[in-house]
């Protein structure tokens, strides 16, 4: 075994390791963190594939906006684990099912691509002259910016609208803190803020009275 296959097993394993802590950590926070570890180790394998820009993209788009954008959120909304935990082996069953499909397709088709023919040696290229001639980079936005245009439009506007839905949750009201209504401010007259009250310049003064002597 060289030393790329055994880097691979070991990404392999973090990765493994990572995403079963992602379901099964309590704590969301810690779930966040250890799904930014498990795109981490994607990013690596990705890299041993040859294919770094699909690696960086990984890390600089999930790992630096949008897992940072899950844990402001996470942390902001002070979620009550208590009422989460409520009713997981009711709903677990259905859960359950769908995972299971989920796994049944995803080794159908993994099989499928093992079962292919292997093709001669003559045939097919080396990966070294492939690499040098392509450039993955190139190749990728010849693609998305053509083929998959609409794809990849709809995929913006639907980052777009989790980003505003994230704004929206951090703005709900809370009475530990004092906040002012913009719509308020606009509508706001010159009257409203000034209120002028007419007072006499001159005020007599107050007569003492002397006390009683006893």
């Not at 250890?34 to 990984?58: D, M, S």
């Not at 190139?138 to 709809?154: F, H, M, N, R, T």
Request: glycine share 4%; charged share 20%; no cysteine.
């Amino acid at each position: 075994m060289d030393a790329k296959t055994g880097l691979f097993y070991v990404f392999a394993a973090i990765l493994l390791f990572s995403a079963f802590r992602v379901i099964t950590a309590r704590n969301p926070v810690h779930a966040a963190l250890f799904l930014v570890l498990a795109f981490f180790q994607a990013a690596a394998v990705w890299i041993l594939l040859k294919a770094e820009f699909l690696a960086i993209t990984l890390v600089l788009v999930y790992v630096g906006a949008v897992m940072v954008l899950f844990l402001f959120v996470v942390m902001m909304l002070d979620i009550n684990l208590d009422s989460i935990r409520k009713g997981f082996w009711k709903h677990f069953p259905l859960a359950g099912a769908a995972g299971t499909i989920i796994a049944l397709e995803m080794s159908y088709v993994l099989m499928g691509g093992f079962r292919e023919p292997p093709q001669s040696a003559s045939a097919v290229p080396a990966v070294g002259d492939i690499a040098a001639q392509v450039s993955n980079t190139k190749e990728l936005g010849k693609l998305l910016y053509s083929q998959y245009i609409y794809p990849l439009e709809v995929a913006a506007v639907i980052l777009l609208v989790g980003m505003i839905a994230a704004i929206a949750m951090t703005l709900r009201e809370r009475k530990d803190s004092k906040r002012t209504n913009p719509a308020d401010q606009v509508r706001v007259k010159a009257a409203d803020r000034i209120k002028l009250v007419k007072m006499e310049s001159v005020l007599a003064a107050p007569v003492a009275v002397e006390e009683k002597k006893a």
